[in-house]
C-alpha cells in the first residue's frame, strides 16, 4: 500500500510541474491518467483546475487512493512541458523504478534555465521591435530596450522574493512608465505611447488567455474561465500599474 501510495505522490509531482509550467489543464488530466495505468492502477480519476489537483485512482487489489496537490503560482516554461511529456513517453512505453521515477522527476523540477542572456534578450528584441512596429522612431526603440531592462530586473526580483503575480504586475508596470517618462524627459526618447505600448507586450498575458480559451473549448469550463478572469486582472493589473504614474505626473508626449 505504501509503495503505491509513493507511486502515485510521484505521479502528482509530474503534473504538478505540468501544470505550473503552463500546461493546459487537458494535457495535465491526461498525462496522470497514461502514467497511473502504467503503474497498473486500474481506474484514475482527475480533477485539475488552475489552483489544485485532485487525484483518485483504484489498484488492482481493489485499493482506493486519493491524493490533492494545492498550486500557488504558475508560469510559462516549455522545457518542463517538454520534459515531463518525453517522461510520460517513456514510462508508458518501458515503466520506471520508483526510485528513478522520483529522480527523473527531480531533474526536470530544478533543471537549469539555460543561456542567462536569452531572457533579457529576448525582453530586448520584443520591447524594441513593437515600439517601433506601432509607430515609433529608432529613439524610440532603443529607449523601450532600455525599460524593458527595468522589467525584466522587477520580474526577477519579484519572483526570488514570491511576490503575488497581480501585485507583481502593477508595480512592473508603474516602474516601467515612470523609466519610460526618464527617458522622454532625458531626450532618449521621442514619444512615450510608443515605449509604454512596446513595454506592455511584455507583460500582457496572452498565453495565458489563449490556454482558457481552449481549455473552455475542450469542455474544462471552471479551469478556462478561471484561467480567463487570472488573464482580465492581470491585464487591469497592467492599466492599474501605468495610470498611477501617468496620473501622478500628468502624461507626457
Partial sequence: MQQQEQTLFAILDAGELLLTAGAEVARVE????????????????????????????????????????????RETDMRRIEAINALSRTVCQNTLPLDELRMRIEEIRSMPEGSKWRLPAAYLLIAGSFAVFFGGSWRDGIAAMLCSMVLYAVGRVGV????????????????????ALITVKAGLGQGLDYIIIGNIMLLIPGIALVTSLRDMIVGDTISGLLGACEALLRAIAIAAGCALVLMQVGGAG
Fill in 160 to 179: 526570488r522574493i514570491r511576490l503575488q503575480p497581480i501585485v507583481l504586475t502593477v508595480i512592473s508596470a508603474a516602474l516601467m512608465c515612470l523609466a
Fill in 30 to 73: 491526461d498525462t496522470i491518467r497514461r502514467m497511473a495505468r502504467a503503474y497498473g492502477f486500474v481506474r484514475t480519476d482527475v480533477l485539475t483546475i488552475t489552483a489544485s489537483m485532485v487525484v483518485t485512482v483504484q489498484a488492482a487489489d481493489g485499493e482506493v487512493f486519493t491524493q490533492t496537490r494545492r498550486i500557488l503560482r
